[in-house]
């Protein structure tokens, strides 16, 4: 059962506008998101987090927004440029002992000259 | 500047073969972390270990085995290598011992074919 769903797999935007990646999610223990962007042969690097003790987390192009009540994150990417072209993963844990990170599916991210 | 590297960037093995595939970081961290990425499938965590000797299993333990000697060395096993295991295998670490919440450290990757 995926617990960590990211339905679309691929978007294309133009450079210099808003790029929206969504993220939905079923387990409701999960209380932090975290967002890692991937290029073609290089490992996954962080990327952006947020707890759910807060709705928004900024961190200069890049915000994550989290809605607990509708289990749903996305990552706003504004302005949009050709280096954000990636794969980006959305992954979610939960508190306890014995709490994984678990990860998307990924989303592959264009952003067109 | 942090660094997780891995013994091979591309690796191919025949069926029925004992793969080994290593990882290294250099950050002192306590949790390592081996996961294999697939398209359509995103990343899926096998094992992980959270101090030296200790191993627990991820989500797809099944086929795999591992070994944590040293605190900075993270070793991936498959016993006999399958067809299936084809893949992208990517090592992780993370500080904090006890919590697996910190931000993970990735190598770049194995990119391994079983024929």
């Not at chain 1, 994150?73 to 280096?83: A, M, R, Y």
Request: glycine share 6%; with cysteine; hydrophobic share 30%.
């Amino acid at each position: 059962d995926q617990q960590v769903k990211q339905n679309s797999p691929s978007l294309s935007v133009q450079e210099g506008r808003i790029s929206i990646l969504n993220c939905d999610y079923t387990n409701s223990m999960f209380d932090y998101f975290l967002w890692y962007k991937k290029y073609p042969a290089e490992g996954p690097t962080f990327l952006i987090s947020i707890s759910s003790i807060k709705d928004k987390n900024e961190d200069g192009r890049f915000t994550v927004f989290l809605n607990k009540s509708a289990k749903h994150l996305s990552l706003h990417i504004v302005p949009s440029q050709p280096g954000d072209s990636a794969v980006y993963f959305c992954a979610a844990i939960s508190t306890g002992a014995n709490s994984k990170l678990t990860f998307g599916k990924g989303i592959t991210l264009s952003v067109r000259p | 500047d942090v660094k997780v590297t891995q013994s091979s960037r591309y690796l191919v093995k025949r069926t029925g073969e004992k793969v080994f595939l290593e990882c290294v970081q250099d950050m002192d961290h306590e949790n390592m972390f081996w996961y294999r990425q697939d398209p359509g499938l995103g990343l899926r965590l096998i094992y992980f270990s959270y101090d030296v000797k200790m191993k627990e299993k991820g989500d797809i333990p099944e086929g795999y085995s591992v070994s944590r000697e040293k605190k900075e060395r993270f070793s991936l096993i498959l016993e006999s290598a399958s067809t299936n295991q084809t893949s992208m295998y990517l090592c992780a670490s993370s500080s904090s011992a006890g919590t697996l919440r910190d931000e993970q450290y990735f190598g770049p990757g194995t990119r391994l074919t079983v024929t």
